[in-house]
């Protein structure tokens, strides 16, 4: 087996922890990073560490400069760069009207810039090569926006449309960029939950300042009677991994919960998109 380099962003917990774990149990030299790995993330970061196959890299996705030194630091050593999973994100809930606009710009900034700083220090590398695979983790709820996560959502429709466009852009030059759209899965980012900070917007919404609140005791519900397996998700991204370059999908849905929907809906603008690009005299890059 070629012995790939990975580069995973937010490790620390949930999809990323797991994903860089099956990373190297597959055999693949996987670059795993996080935020402060000498501080609240120490624990992780020695955990990982001592994992053979893995290192444990500082990475902050909000600041451009460490995002390319850490990635041309690794392509130095390597010589390479094969398949970067950007996974770092937080969750936000609550009424979206209470959001300021420092709240809404640092979601912003870790969930859609943080992705694109991450594919900008990648791609020349790839492109010299060839050859690359960048797998951006999306959602269900960048497809459709359920009320009281609008903020959160909103980010994840960029990361489709980031995703999507680009797709096509670079798939000539050898490059396979794809989204992950998992389902809610019972790992640590609801426990990291963010709410708007202007307090007296949410006061002036009554009862149904309280729905988010109920939306959370569901969910919780939900995970105790089906327990969905959130290792799906680095299943799903080693299978896209070992796919053919050229023969990924744009799309993965990975929900057994919900994900029909999506699914449904991934198909039907794949048709019109055909004929968008049709239009445009771009059909041969969808082929």
Known sequence: MENKIVFITGTNSGFGY???????????????????????????????????????????????????????????????????????????????????????????????KGTWRVIKASLPQMRKQGDGLIINTSSGLGRFSAPFMTIYNSTKFAVEGLTEGLHYEVKPLGVDV?????GAFPTEIFGKTTYGSDQDVTSGYGDLAKIPEQIGIGMGQMFETMKPDPQMIPDAILKLIDTSKGQRPLRTVVDGMTGTIIEKANEQVKEGYVDFMTAFGMKEMVN
């Open 178 to 182: 794809v989204l992950i759209q998992p």
């Open 18 to 112: 797991l994903t860089a774990k099956s990373s190297a149990k597959k055999g693949y030299t996987v670059y795993a990073s996080m935020r402060d790995i000498d501080g609240r993330n120490a624990d992780k970061a020695k955990e990982l560490s001592s994992i053979t196959n893995i290192t444990v890299v500082e990475l902050d996705v909000t600041n451009a400069e460490n995002v390319k030194e850490v990635i041309a630091s690794i392509i130095s050593k390597e010589g390479k760069l094969d398949v970067v999973v950007n996974n770092a994100g937080y969750f936000g809930g609550g009424i979206t009207e209470a959001y300021t606009e420092d709240d809404f710009e640092k979601m912003f900034d870790v969930n859609v």
